[in-house]
């Protein structure tokens, strides 16, 4: 029984190094935060600023020239309790394996006339995960989700689909 053990520990001991373990983090594509619309830019801005008030997302600054408009949001933390998606910092964002304790995120649209006569908008998130005192806010990279929410509900309140993504 002695040798038996021995044999076991020596046949664990020289097939040990050819196991490893293998983490495979997921391929991460870019985002595809552009859209086109076949709506004016005056309607386009609009259907923007209802967009982010019911996404409940306050406009921080927002403004509109002849050609393009711009709104900034404040920050909307992130909740841990709830069924919405949206509103949960390890689905909105990649977090690895990093322990955050809560996050948060802010908005920018861009919204400007193109030559077809159409509408071009751009979202950007800026998705911020918190771990500490001594670390704050540590930048995430964004999954897609609050952006494909927004650029859904801006083709709802203009009551047409985006003409194309890209």
């Known amino acids: 029984m002695h040798t038996l053990r021995r044999g076991l520990a020596a046949l664990m001991i020289l097939t040990l190094p050819a196991c490893t373990i293998t983490w495979h983090e997921p391929t991460l594509r ?3 935060t552009n859209r086109f619309y076949a709506a004016d830019l005056a309607a386009t801005c609009d259907a ?3 967009a982010l008030q019911k996404s409940g997302l ?4 927002s403004q509109r020239e002849e050609r393009a ?7 909307k933390v992130l909740s841990d309790v ?3 998606p949206a509103n949960h910092l390890k689905k909105v964002a990649w977090t690895g394996v990093g322990r955050f304790i809560g996050g948060r995120y802010t ?3 861009t919204t400007r006339t193109v030559r077809d006569g159409g509408t071009r908008v751009r979202v950007s998130t800026r998705v911020e995960g918190y771990i500490n005192e001594e670390f704050g806010y540590q930048v995430l990279r964004s999954r897609g989700i609050i952006e ?3 650029f859904s509900s801006i083709a709802q309140q203009l ?7 890209g």
């Open 148 to 150: 494909d929410t927004l």
């Open 82 to 84: 709830g069924e919405d």
């Open 58 to 61: 306050a406009i921080k600054d």
């Open 30 to 32: 870019p985002l595809n």
């Open 159 to 165: 009551g047409t689909a985006a003409v194309e993504t």
């Open 69 to 75: 408009c711009l709104v900034d949001t404040n920050f």
């Open 107 to 109: 908005v920018t649209v």
């Open 48 to 50: 923007v600023d209802q």
